[in-house]
């Protein structure tokens, strides 16, 4: 079943062509140059260029799967969560499709999709399974119990993961994106010199990154008005250790009780070098099979689009005309 996705719900407009789990085509056209003199994405620029990019991006995405627009069975679009007009570049472009080409267009959310991208390089993998799914907006814990049935477990009660990395690399003069940069610079952790604090929550299975991320920046701007220096890969590599801490413990917690063998990564900070590799290794130890994604399937791709698309259709999930995008949506919804 050959499917064009399209993605555009941040600052990547991107466009695959998939085949079930197997990837034809991976075009991402990143904005990331234009947001950067801004220290973030600022959205209107961001839909601006998808409006601009999404007709090329879907041209060459065809022309790199070897095929025509005739020979698609269906259009998958990302719908939500995400930046609300950045996402009805996609959705209009993709429904324009559909309605041209007189097949069926797949609403995938963004997250599920995230998800998805472990099932392109590992054909073994296969629900039920654990989740973390982690990106510059969103930090979700679900049991994902088959290919589009969801239960969430955890959420961040305020700020993801990936937000308290990338306003902590700012303060620490680093560019945008500032969570991959924090993380390639970051040397040993200090957990003696640079004293962050650990959230608690009643839900043990929730997040809280707001806290952290404010007592990281106000560490980072007292220290300037008294004129201290910071050891910039140090204070990097401690707040990268609290925040793979927070994330490791409260999966695997969840594993143990709920009893789940399989525990998978997925989202913008699965690519964390040192989350990759202390949950690798915790896995490893207690017993547990662990997958993540390939880094090029880490952050915004639409190949993960399709392949999630791919199980939507089969479980009937398609959409009409009316389909609209949806700024902030579970990933359990329906
Ligand atoms: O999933 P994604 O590409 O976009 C959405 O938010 O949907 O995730 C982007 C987030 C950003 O916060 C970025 O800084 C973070 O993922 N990120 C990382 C790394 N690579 C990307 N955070 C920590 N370490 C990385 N290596």
Redesign the pocket.
């Known amino acids: 079943m050959l499917i064009l996705a399209i993605e555009s ?2 600052d990547e407009t991107a466009a695959a062509v998939t085949n079930g789990r197997q990837v034809l085509s991976n075009i991402v056209a990143t904005q990331i140059e234009e947001h950067k003199i801004y220290g973030g994405v600022v959205p209107e620029v961001a839909s601006r260029r998808h409006a601009e990019a999404i007709s090329r991006v879907c041209d060459e995405a065809i022309k790199a799967a070897g095929i025509t627009y005739r020979d698609l069975s269906a259009i998958a679009v990302t719908f939500a969560p ?1 930046l609300i007009g950045a996402l009805l570049v996609g959705v209009n472009f993709a429904k324009g499709l559909a309605l041209s080409l007189n097949i069926p267009l797949i609403p995938v959310h ?1 997250l599920r999709s ?1 998800i998805a991208a472990n099932y392109i390089e590992n054909d073994e993998l296969s629900p039920p399974f654990l989740c973390l799914t982690v ?4 930090t979700v814990l679900c049991e994902v119990t088959d290919y589009t049935v969801f239960k969430k477990i955890g959420n961040t009660t305020d700020d993801a993961a ?2 308290c ?2 306003k902590t690399a700012r303060a620490l003069g680093l560019d945008y ?4 940069n ?2 390639k610079i970051a040397t040993e952790a200090n957990t003696e010199k640079y004293i962050l604090p650990t959230p608690r929550l009643q839900n043990e299975y929730d997040f809280s990154f707001s806290g952290l991320k404010t007592a990281a920046i106000n560490i980072l701007h007292n220290a300037k008005q008294k004129g201290e220096e910071i050891d910039i890969p140090v204070f990097a590599a401690t707040i990268r250790q609290k925040v793979c801490d927070i994330l490791i413990e409260k999966t695997l917690l969840a594993a143990e009780n709920l009893g789940y063998k399989t525990i998978a990564l997925a ?3 699965s ?3 040192e989350l990759r590799s202390r949950m690798e290794a915790e896995c490893k130890k207690r017993g547990f099979k662990f997958y993540r994604p390939s880094l090029k399937f ?3 791709n639409a190949a993960m689009v399709g392949v999630q698309g791919y199980y939507e259709f089969l479980s009937g999930n398609t959409a009409g005309s009316d389909l609209n995008a949806v700024a902030t949506l579970p990933i359990d919804y329906r």
């Open positions: 719900s941040c995400g963004h995230h990106s510059g907006g969103n990936g937000e990395f990338d994106p500032g969570g991959v924090l993380d989202g913008g900070v690519a964390n070098s880490c952050g915004d």
